[in-house]
């Protein structure tokens, strides 16, 4: 199902003629030609050694890595304690692989600061709204991180909703009131309310 996966991705044709080794062959060879050179495999902490269809997902992976000159990134939730290193092929994993720790974004300094808010102003150059002014979002900036708390995820989810209410009421614009309307994830609306209860932060002028 991996490699079937794959080349419906790419637009290789899947038919019940095929079996595996082909579908296999076939997104290798494409892969190769096009120069690929990043493949992301996200939710990987779902992989589950244990069982057959994991040991498949996983020697499937392998036998990728091997055959497609890329760069392969595996992400996922608490990968060290989801069973993903144990075991002969969990041993291979660990042998193959680095772990890079992720967290939210920060706030602290200027340039983390200017960072976030290049971040929302990305955002804002994709909306699809007519009557949007470009750099609104950036002058909510500090009000967007704290309430995602520095979350890409939380991010995307606060703008792309404030973005359809805002195509819904007619208004074609987002407002602070559609940003605050949006109901988040249950760690960002803790999170949020922690944040309203802690004095707000002074940023001077070039302040570090």
């Not at 902490?45 to 055959?67: I, M, P």
């Not at 002969?88 to 976030?116: C, M, N």
């Not at 195509?167 to 609306?189: N, V």
């Amino acid at each position: 199902m991996l490699a079937a996966e794959f080349a419906r991705f790419l637009g290789l044709p899947v038919s019940s003629r095929l079996n595996m080794t082909d579908i296999t062959n076939a997104v290798c060879s494409v892969l190769c030609q096009v120069g690929c050179d990043l493949v992301l495999v996200d939710e990987i902490h779902n992989l589950n050694l244990a069982t057959r269809s994991g040991a498949e997902v996983s020697d499937q992976l392998k036998y990728f890595s091997e055959q497609i000159p890329a760069t392969f990134v595996y992400a996922g939730v608490e990968v060290e304690h989801a069973g993903l290193f144990t075991g002969p092929r969990g041993r291979q994993i660990a042998s193959r692989f680095a772990v890079l720790a992720t967290r939210p974004f920060s706030y602290g300094s200027k340039a983390e600061r200017d960072h976030w808010r290049s971040l929302v102003l990305t955002f804002e150059q994709v909306l699809p709204l007519r009557a949007h002014q470009p750099g609104t979002l950036g002058r909510h900036s500090e009000f967007l991180y704290r309430r995602t708390s520095g979350m890409l995820g939380s991010l995307s989810h606060v703008i792309r909703g404030a973005a359809v209410d805002a195509i819904l009421d007619g208004q074609e614009k987002i407002t602070r009131a559609h940003l605050e309307a949006i109901l988040l994830d249950y760690q960002a609306e803790n999170s949020a309310r922690r944040h309203a209860r802690t004095p707000k932060p002074s940023h001077r002028a070039g302040a570090a």
